[in-house]
């Protein structure tokens, strides 16, 4: 199945990710993740939904200002059936990869 691969806007704080504009995602796949950290280590937690709904993804960083991590999910990405809400702790930003 292919589709089109699109880039949301980072987030920097806790909440739904949007696309290029300020409209929320919808269903998705997540192909991959883009985080910039900060000097401490940090985290990065993907739900399908809003701030208490099910964890599809955690992914924790470095310790490190200066070593984005860049993670290219398996087959076809992670299903997000509502939206893709990301809680994040100690990141400068996160960016997903969606389509």
């Given at each position: 199945m292919q589709?089109?691969?699109?880039a949301?806007?980072?987030i920097t704080a806790s909440g739904q990710f949007t696309d290029q504009g300020t409209t929320s995602l919808a269903r998705c796949r997540v192909k991959a993740v883009y985080i910039v950290?900060?000097?401490t280590a940090g985290s990065l937690i993907l739900r399908d939904g809003g701030a208490s709904s099910t964890i599809k993804i955690t992914i924790n960083?470095?310790?490190s200002a200066t070593q984005p991590t860049y993670m290219l999910?398996?087959?076809e990405g992670l299903v997000f059936q509502t939206a893709v809400y990301g809680t994040v702790s100690n990141l400068g930003?996160?960016?997903i990869i969606y389509g």
């Open positions: 589709t089109d691969v699109l949301s806007v980072p950290p900060t000097a960083t470095v310790a999910m398996p087959g930003s996160a960016t």
